[in-house]
């Protein structure tokens, strides 16, 4: 494959908390083309975080998100604050959504989020040895509902939810198996 390159970047539209662009760039074969696209201002990346607690429950959150006009279940997840450490945000996240403190945090993995429409790229998380510190600091748009689910019950759970007309984030199924790759099974199998 050919080299792409971005030769013009043409914002259409800002508002606080993200930019419409209209690109155009040199395709493989030369040619120029445009693409329109979404980026986020004011922030350094996005954030999430897979809670698992010391009796094994994962810790998910329901909001209504307006852009789906529905609620959604999804993990603790925010906007990373310019100059602000990709640790430090998911911490603050967790602590603003659900109330818990993290002794640990473990990084699962980074990528774009939706390439075809954002540049937006997210950084996740594994956090353990939560206590609960009361929720602090929490966005005035921001009306959660933190759910505790024990790990064995995550799908059954998450199925209810459908059921009764929620979305649910297609990132929980990955993220949960990535974070028993990263070491939530061998703590579970502590005597």
């Not at 329109?36 to 350094?44: A, F, I, Y």
């Not at 929490?138 to 009306?143: H, I, K, L, M």
């Not at 990535?178 to 061998?186: M, T």
Request: glycine share 8%; aromatic share 8%.
């Amino acid at each position: 494959m050919g080299k792409y390159t971005i030769v013009h970047r043409e914002p259409v539209w800002e508002g606080r908390y993200l930019r419409c662009l209209k690109l155009t760039y040199r395709d493989s074969e030369g040619a120029l083309r445009n693409w329109e696209t979404v980026e986020r201002v004011n922030c350094d990346g996005v954030v999430a975080i897979v809670p698992i607690t010391d009796q094994g429950e994962v810790l998910l959150i329901r909001q209504f998100r307006p852009a789906v006009k529905n609620y959604v279940v999804e993990f603790p997840a925010g906007l990373n604050d310019r100059g602000e450490r990709h640790e430090d945000a998911a911490l603050r996240e967790l602590r603003e959504e659900t109330g818990y403190e993290a002794a640990e945090i473990i990084f699962l993995a980074e990528g774009p989020l939706s390439s075809g429409s954002s540049s937006e790229v997210l950084t996740v998380f594994l956090a353990r040895g939560l206590q609960f510190k009361g929720i602090e600091g929490r966005d005035e748009t921001e009306d959660i509902e933190v759910l505790k689910i024990p790990l064995d019950q995550v799908e059954e759970e998450l199925a209810r939810f459908v059921s009764k007309g929620d979305f649910i984030d297609l990132k929980i199924f990955g993220f949960m198996e990535l974070a028993k790759k990263h070491g939530h099974d061998r703590q579970e199998q502590k005597p």
